[in-house]
């Protein structure tokens, strides 16, 4: 109950993600016959709050959310920079989740940016990802791994406008519209992270969720969310001038922030100061 309001009152326009993520997250927690870990993958273009519920998320398990110690964060481009270098950082990724899900088997671990990892690279943890009741003393069933990328953006937005075009709501949009062509188009995608991986070969992805992008009200409501974060009143001239800055697609019709929420914050500093 307690993330449902956080998700409903801070996560705008992923009417999607929420619902299934709050039903994946209740499942998992709920069921002590769980054959494996649970794991998300997260796909949307930048600023429509991939990172933002993953956070949201860690905090509902480990109070201290990223700070805590039993979540791992990783990042490609910072701790796996070189192409060279997959070898060891296959042994390496391997030795890390062994050891942290030995030591808290509520362990959670973030992937960011998985279209900047080195193809392959992410197979390495297959094995704790799959139906195995222990490896070598450990159960992995209680961990949870989470993907955050930007591949299959591209395929989101086409089928969000398309849903635009013919004049439906966002919100009729479901799973079924577009977790199959995401998955296989990350699969057939080289800039992915997941090109050819086994992991969904396997079916060992539990849900590719995808974030839609984000029209002008999402904007506005992100705007008018932040000012509240700071202990400001909502100004709604302040709020249209930062609306204003943004850009959007597709040009002729200007529906979707093509930065989704991520620059309102820089954007609000400027006019608060004003």
């Given at each position: 109950?307690?993330?449902?309001?956080?998700?409903?009152?801070?996560?705008?326009?992923?009417?999607?993600?929420?619902?299934?993520?709050?039903?994946?997250?209740?499942?998992?927690?709920?069921?002590?016959?769980?054959?494996?870990?649970?794991?998300?993958?997260?796909?949307?273009?930048?600023?429509?709050?991939?990172?933002?519920?993953?956070?949201?998320?860690?905090?509902?398990?480990?109070?201290?959310?990223?700070?805590?110690?039993?979540?791992?964060?990783?990042?490609p481009t910072l701790h796996f920079p070189h192409d060279a270098q997959v070898k060891l950082y296959k042994d390496q990724l391997q030795s890390w989740i062994r050891g942290n899900v030995s030591a808290c088997p509520h362990s959670v671990f973030i992937f960011d940016e998985m279209d900047k990892m080195h193809p392959g690279l992410i197979d390495a943890i297959k094995p704790f990802l799959d139906?195995?009741?222990?490896?070598?003393?450990?159960?992995?069933?209680?961990?949870?791994?989470?993907?955050?990328?930007?591949?299959?953006?591209?395929?989101?937005?086409?089928?969000?406008?398309?849903?635009?075009?013919?004049?439906?709501?966002?919100?009729?949009?479901?799973?079924?519209?577009?977790?199959?062509?995401?998955?296989?188009?990350?699969?057939?995608?080289?800039?992915?992270?997941?090109?050819?991986?086994?992991?969904?070969?396997?079916?060992?992805?539990?849900?590719?969720?995808?974030?839609?992008?984000?029209?002008?009200?999402?904007?506005?409501?992100?705007?008018?969310?932040?000012?509240?974060?700071?202990?400001?009143?909502?100004?709604?001239?302040?709020?249209?001038?930062?609306?204003?800055?943004?850009?959007?697609?597709?040009?002729?019709?200007?529906?979707?922030?093509?930065?989704?929420?991520?620059?309102?914050?820089?954007?609000?500093?400027?006019?608060?100061?004003?």
């Open positions: 109950a307690a993330l449902k309001v956080q998700l409903d009152s801070k996560l705008f326009g992923q009417h999607l993600a929420k619902d299934v993520v709050l039903k994946a997250v209740l499942g998992f927690s709920t069921n002590p016959g769980r054959k494996k870990p649970l794991t998300l993958s997260l796909h949307g273009w930048a600023g429509t709050g991939k990172n933002f519920l993953s956070q949201i998320l860690v905090e509902h398990i480990h109070p201290a959310g990223l700070r805590s110690k039993f979540v791992h964060l990783f990042l139906y195995y009741e222990q490896i070598d003393g450990v159960s992995y069933r209680r961990a949870i791994f989470i993907f955050l990328s930007n591949a299959g953006g591209d395929l989101i937005n086409k089928a969000a406008l398309d849903f635009w075009m013919s004049g439906k709501p966002r919100e009729e949009i479901q799973l079924k519209d577009l977790e199959a062509m995401l998955s296989v188009g990350v699969f057939n995608n080289k800039n992915s992270g997941l090109w050819h991986s086994s992991l969904i070969d396997r079916n060992l992805i539990d849900y590719f969720i995808p974030f839609l992008p984000l029209e002008d009200r999402h904007v506005r409501m992100c705007v008018r969310a932040e000012m509240v974060a700071r202990g400001y009143l909502v100004d709604e001239q302040i709020v249209q001038a930062v609306l204003e800055e943004m850009t959007f697609f597709p040009r002729e019709q200007k529906i979707f922030s093509d930065k989704g929420c991520k620059t309102v914050q820089a954007k609000l500093d400027i006019h608060e100061g004003a």
